[in-house]
């Protein structure tokens, strides 16, 4: 009896399914009536489109593509008219934080990537106005083909990667406004009502509106950044000038944890003294260093017995690679940019085993030399490291590259040998970011890489860490989960779930999430005071939950 009231069940809820997503198929018909039938794609299966490394995929309604901001108002009215839940995105490359797949089930995705005009520009003030579909690459060709000296915010990620999708997301890169939100001054979209919203200054027609972040009375432009209030149709960014000269400076701290955190505390002091000219700092552990430099060791990873830590201290030693390696970013004229290095080299000489400066012309040094030597096997780390500070310096003058994408296929995937065709969501690499906000102090830092070692050896995951600063107060660590897709999805997904709980008990927890961890945020599993606040703004501006249900909100319980 209890067998047959379960099929039955099954039998109900399958057919319920099957006609449930018949009307949707039929809806999507009608949108296709409004906006063009070329502007729809029927696809349940929103990984088919937008695949994450991270694994993540969600059963999706179709994809909207709109042309203008008539289409997109057209797509809101339909999914008001049919209940649908819509799911804006840029170029849907959000790799490892869940690709282009929407937090909840069953939404719409509005792909904005067909807008991608370049809308206005001053080239005396560096303003510019874009739209979602404006990649990175598109902003970098566009500045070099006019000759306009600008950086383009770029990121290690790929050219392809949009500037908008990517700022709302509060990415961040190392040209110098590292935090990519902080160079968005104005923000249009469309709301769940359909209606427009736009700064009240730029709908004055004031001419500053565009340079002036954040304009008067209440910022509201907040709300579309890791919110979920709107399609965001357009966005003006600030540039900065490039100045004429970069520099990149690449550390060993001496291997003892006293002199780390003497190396941190220079370094946060030097940000703090010389403002807009040291403009970034990174840090490296000893696994990342490892995995940069060797291949993942395939055949022992097999063994059951297979000692992470142990092969990770071999190989270190075997490389004489260091516990930890930092890179300094400086920006200035020829001048300031020299003798503000100098002073970060005198300052952390005491504490590091080495220190080189590597300007424009040692660049070029290097990249000759590399064009010499033989591509021999004890030279080919060498060279491959050559490679990595050139290229290194290239993004550090705004340009883009895929190349910092082949870290994503270090344990899994099939690296494609044209570097522009690099995909980690398509390719088969396995990767969920982990981006926890720190104190940068010493203490802090290695606090934190104890606990992912810790973690990560619970799970069997490499416990690789890099670190960025966002502000002379605080840096962003970045734990790259990787994992075999075809073998250890869920130890991955147990790891990032033991890192935020492990990090959220020694006080830490990511600023940007992977859409399955945005409901874990709050305190003690109660609505936090920030959460009700936020759920009674979007009673008012998006009533029936139209826009990204899901999107940074803890989910119903
Ligand atoms: C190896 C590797 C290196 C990486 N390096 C970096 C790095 O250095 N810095 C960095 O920041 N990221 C990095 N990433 C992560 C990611 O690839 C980039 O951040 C990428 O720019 C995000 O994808 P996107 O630009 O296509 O944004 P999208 O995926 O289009 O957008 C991200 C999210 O923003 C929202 N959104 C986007 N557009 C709109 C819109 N028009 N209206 C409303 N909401 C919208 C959506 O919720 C969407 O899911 C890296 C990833 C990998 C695998």
Redesign the pocket.
């Known amino acids: 009896m209890g067998l047959f009231i379960y099929l039955n069940f099954v039998y109900v809820s399958r057919s319920y399914q099957h006609y449930w997503l018949a009307g949707q198929v039929k809806a999507l018909d009608t949108l296709a009536e409004h906006i063009g039938k070329d502007k729809v794609i029927h696809e349940h299966e929103s990984r088919a489109l937008y695949p994450c490394?991270s694994q993540a995929a969600r059963h999706i309604i179709g994809v909207a593509k709109p042309h203008n901001i008539k289409d997109v108002q057209a797509i809101v009215a339909w999914a008001n008219t049919h209940n649908i839940k819509l799911y804006?995105?840029?170029?849907?490359?959000?790799?490892?934080?869940g690709g282009?797949n929407p937090v909840e089930e069953d939404c719409l995705i509005v792909d904005?990537g067909d807008m991608d005009q370049i809308r206005n520009f001053d080239p005396d003030l560096g303003s510019i106005t874009l739209q979602?579909g404006v990649t990175q690459g598109d902003l970098y060709n566009f500045l070099t083909d006019h000759s306009y000296p600008f950086f383009a915010p770029v990121?290690?990620?790929s050219p392809h990667?949009?500037l908008?999708?990517?700022a709302?997301?509060r990415?961040?890169?190392v040209t110098p406004i590292t935090d990519h939100f902080q160079g968005i001054t104005e923000v249009k979209a469309v709301l769940a009502d359909g209606s427009i919203y736009q700064g009240q200054l730029d709908q004055m027609d004031v001419e500053s509106s565009k340079l002036a972040k954040w304009g008067a009375g209440p910022y509201v432009e907040g709300l579309?950044s890791q919110g979920n209030f709107g399609?965001?149709v357009e966005a003006t960014i600030k540039l900065e000038a490039k100045t004429d000269h970069s520099i990149m400076i690449i550390f060993k701290p001496s291997d003892d944890a006293e002199d780390f955190e003497q190396v941190v505390r220079i370094s946060r002091e030097l940000m703090q003294t010389q403002k807009k000219v040291v403009s970034a700092i990174k840090y490296f552990n000893k696994a990342y260093s490892v995995a940069l430099n060797m291949p993942v060791p395939r055949d022992e990873l097999a063994a059951p017995d297979f000692d992470i830590t142990a092969w990770l201290n071999d190989a270190s030693k075997k490389h004489r690679l260091p516990e930890w390696l930092g890179l300094i970013f400086i920006y200035g004229n020829d001048d300031l940019a020299h003798i503000a290095a100098r002073e970060c080299k005198k300052r952390l000489a005491p504490h590091c085993k080495s220190i080189v400066i590597f300007d424009r012309k040692k660049i070029k040094l290097a990249r000759a030399a590399n064009k010499i030597l033989p591509n021999i096997k004890p030279l080919q780390m060498i060279k491959a490291q050559i490679d990595t500070v050139s290229a290194s310096y290239d993004l550090l003058r705004g340009m883009p590259q895929s190349r910092?994408?082949k870290?994503?296929y270090w344990r899994a995937g099939e690296l494609p040998d044209n570097q522009d065709d690099y995909h980690?969501g398509r390719d088969g690499c396995g990767?969920i970011w982990y981006a926890p906000m720190l104190p940068m102090t010493g203490k802090d830092l290695l606090k934190f890489e104890q606990i992912t070692k810790d973690v990560c050896a619970r799970h069997g995951i490499f416990p690789v860490v890099s670190m960025t600063t966002i502000s002379e107060q605080c840096i962003t660590a970045l734990v790259p989960i990787m994992f075999d897709p075809a073998t250890e999805s869920e130890q991955a997904f147990a790891c990032h779930k033991d890192l935020f709980e492990s990090c959220q008990a020694a006080g830490s927890l990511p600023y940007r999430a992977h859409i399955d961890s945005m409901a874990w945020y709050g305190a003690d599993n109660q609505t936090t005071h920030f959460q009700s606040a936020l759920q009674k703004a979007k009673q008012h501006i998006d009533a029936d939950g139209l826009m990204?249900p899901g999107?940074y909100q803890r989910r119903k319980a």
Request: hydrophobic share 35%.
């Open positions: 490394p804006p995105l840029s170029t849907g490359r959000n790799w490892g934080y282009g904005m979602p990121t290690g990620s990667c949009s908008i999708g990517n709302l997301e990415g961040y890169g579309f399609i965001v910092f994408l870290a994503a980690p990767l990204s999107r």
